[in-house]
């Protein structure tokens, strides 16, 4: 196994899923409401604002990209690893999945302390 600051967002994500099968089904339904709520509230997010380093536009894209992922895939991305892992953190699309795994586990207190304490292992820069 190659040491953890030489694995990309996939690799992370393919061994987050081997470690926790269990919590990927919840997590899935989290990020495709974290998707419809700010899509709902796109205008109140827009006007909020402030990052520097993306754009508005740029996020909202990726937002629209993950929830056409959940409506194309569904069960699939709870139920193969592979599939979790290519498709939600391939390039790009990592900066809001991963942006949801830290959300879910911080802000929200995930009941898993383990599952929350390796997504910050793997993913909290």
């Excluded at 967002?9 to 269990?22: D, H, R, V, W, Y």
């Excluded at 339904?29 to 998707?35: G, H, I, Q, R, V």
């Excluded at 508005?56 to 599939?83: C, M, P």
Aim: aromatic share 12%.
């Amino acid at each position: 196994m190659k040491p953890i600051d030489e694995l990309s967002n996939t690799e992370k994500a393919k061994l987050l899923f081997q470690l926790f099968p269990n919590e990927i089904p919840a997590f899935i339904d989290f990020l495709s409401a974290m998707c419809e709520t700010m899509l709902e509230n796109q205008e109140q997010e827009k006007a909020a604002w402030t990052n520097g380093f993306i754009t508005f536009d740029f996020w909202r894209s990726l937002i629209v990209q993950a929830q056409q992922h959940i409506t194309k895939y569904g069960a699939g991305l709870k139920l193969n690893e592979r599939l979790f892992s290519e498709v939600l953190f391939e390039g790009y699309a990592a900066m809001f999945t991963v942006h949801c795994l830290i959300i879910a586990t911080t802000v929200k207190k995930h009941p898993n302390k383990k599952f929350s304490q390796t997504i910050d292992l793997l993913f909290n820069p």
